[in-house]
């Protein structure tokens, strides 16, 4: 365990329990999405914490599926979950469903009516809304509060039994109306709901609520240290509520800031309506901060594990800037990615001194911060492309790139001279005739210094491919920060741009969800729907190399 994550005040948590011989010294953690979306940045926040902490004390993690709200859950987002969980690099001890808890959870209810601590109650939801009472006015009883154990006993089996409407009656806790904690005031614990579950199918037609099932499923797993963010701190003393009364296994809640980050929104339930709008392709859009968006993207797992880290664990929410992550990625991607040649913006460039027709190889570097990755072969002949920026007819001194009349490197390759440019009927420059000294293929001229240095792709050889120039989504820093504005209105336009490049033919055969660096332009993968080996290639753009936003001014 390192000394600077044992800095937080979770881990010192757990390390005091750890020293103290609390649960004889045992660790068991667990992570508990609701299956009704995927996994986004903010949950990774969690998953490497509550993994991390289960890792770092010897102790296990469970995977536990709290699907107990069938009208939004499915197995396609449970199947996504377990997919970015072990895509992150963790693996859970045991995979739980809250629904493998039903009849217990059950039976502990009917158990809490016959203590005379739970009622079944037949208010309509606005009802039980005005009867709550509010933050400054204490809440009211419900006329039918009062029932018999025995009268509640009989409907709450009546209710499981199908005899009622949906809506018609719930069950709830009886606590305390005048409670200061509005979670307290007589929480319901089910509710009547026809709908078919993804998993168990029509077997119940009553389910629990959220802030009855957690705490239980908790204790029924052993769990040490339940790990929660921020929100739920409110919901604690009901949780601690239910295990005290149901006298069973004292799982701890404790919570912590929530993952928030600049240019994004992290509510499942904007993101789905980014995806139902059709604002973004999907879940796995590479625009969204989606696990599964960001892996299309070609972050790597380990960058967003490093950013969490960065990020820190704390007990008061803030807003960790993108840039962050942003420096997490292209710190990861730097030391690991292959580099490849690629013109995004193609000028075409014919060196007039070259014998026609022939073509050569020179040595390039597949990646300077990994002597041992070596280097590989790239065609050159007489006739290549360059990036338009890379060129000007007439430049200041602080342009170092090709300009007429002027020298340049041609990366891995000879120095070349911009003689002379062909014209479009516009008046745009459509090629430009240089001269190469044909000594200067891995040598310095003695008689001169050349300082720009620009890439290119030999013309005959490059590998037409489809390039995907991904950005924030967003224009400003908080989008969902301003109540009267919906946060679609700050959708950034420009956030997809796709152009057809020019690459290197090594790219040609580049697998699925290959990462790479272009060089001098930027970090990019093969997209793993579309891209096709040797047929299609298709490149999305991960990160740039610097950041551009700070040079707009965010």
Not at 203 to 214: G, K, L, V
Not at 361 to 386: C, H, M, Q, W
Not at 436 to 446: K, R
Request: aromatic share 10%; net charge negative; charged share 30%.
């Amino acid at each position: 365990m390192s000394e600077e994550k044992a800095q937080d005040f979770i881990r010192q948590m757990v390390a005091a329990d750890v020293a103290a011989g609390k649960h004889d010294g045992r660790v068991q953690t667990r992570f508990p999405p609701e299956p009704n979306g995927y996994l986004q940045l903010g949950h990774a926040k969690a998953i490497c914490l509550s993994f991390g902490i289960a890792q770092e004390f010897g102790g296990k993690c469970n995977l536990r599926f709290d699907d107990t709200n069938p009208e939004k859950e499915s197995e396609e987002f449970v199947n996504s979950m377990r997919e970015d969980i072990n895509w992150l690099g963790f693996q859970w001890d045991k995979e739980c469903f809250a629904s493998d808890y039903f009849e217990q959870l059950f039976d502990w209810a009917c158990a809490l009516i016959e203590k005379g601590l739970a009622y079944v109650d037949d208010l309509t939801p606005d009802q039980m809304r005005e009867y709550r009472g509010t933050l400054t006015e204490v809440g009211k009883n419900s006329p039918f509060r009062d029932r018999s154990a025995e009268e509640n006993l009989d409907l709450f089996k009546r209710m499981r039994a199908g005899e009622f409407a949906d809506g018609e009656k719930v069950l709830r806790a009886k606590i305390d109306m005048t409670h200061p904690n509005l979670n307290m005031r007589d929480p319901v614990m089910y509710r009547i709901k026809r709908m078919h579950h993804h998993r168990i199918g029509d077997a119940w037609c009553i389910y629990p609520s959220y802030d009855y099932t957690h705490g239980q499923s908790d204790s029924i797993e052993g769990v040490t240290h339940s790990l929660c963010s921020l929100e739920f701190e409110d919901h604690r003393p009901l949780y601690d509520w239910f295990i005290e009364k149901l006298e069973i296994f004292p799982s701890k809640q404790t919570e912590f800031a929530r993952m928030n980050v600049t240019y994004l929104v992290m509510s499942k339930r904007k993101l789905r309506e980014l995806v139902e709008e059709g604002h973004v392709s999907g879940w796995d859009d590479p625009r969204m901060p989606t696990l599964s968006g960001m892996r299309r993207r070609g972050v790597p797992a380990e960058a967003i594990r490093a950013f969490c880290e960065l990020a820190g664990v704390t007990k008061f929410n803030a807003t960790s800037d993108i840039a962050l992550l942003e420096h997490a990625m292209r710190d990861h991607l730097n030391r690991t990615s292959q580099r490849r040649m690629a013109v995004l913006n193609p000028l075409e460039l014919v060196i007039t001194n070259w014998p026609e027709g022939k073509t050569i190889e020179v040595d390039a570097v597949n990646n300077p911060e990994d002597e041992s990755t070596g280097t590989r072969k790239v065609p050159f002949s007489g006739r290549l492309y360059i990036e338009q920026e890379d060129f000007r007819e007439e430049a200041n001194k602080k342009f170092f790139r090709l300009k007429k009349g002027k020298e340049v490197r041609l990366r891995y390759a000879y120095i070349i001279r911009a003689d002379e440019v062909e014209k479009d009927a516009d008046g745009n420059v459509i090629k430009v005739l240089c001269t190469a000294d044909l000594d200067t293929l891995g040598a310095q001229p003695t008689d001169r210094k050349v300082k720009g240095v620009i890439h290119w792709v030999s013309a005959e050889h490059a590998v037409k491919s489809e390039v995907r120039l991904f950005d924030r989504l967003f224009t400003v820093e908080k989008p969902d920060a301003d109540k009267d504005r919906s946060f679609t209105e700050f959708l950034n336009r420009d956030s997809l741009q796709t152009t057809t490049a020019y690459v290197e033919p090594a790219l040609a055969s580049a697998a699925s969800g290959e990462r790479v660096q272009f060089e001098r332009t930027g970090y990019f993968v093969t997209d793993s729907k579309d891209h096709i080996a040797g047929e299609k290639p298709v490149f999305n753009r991960t990160v740039t190399l610097k950041d551009s936003w700070a040079k707009k001014g965010g």
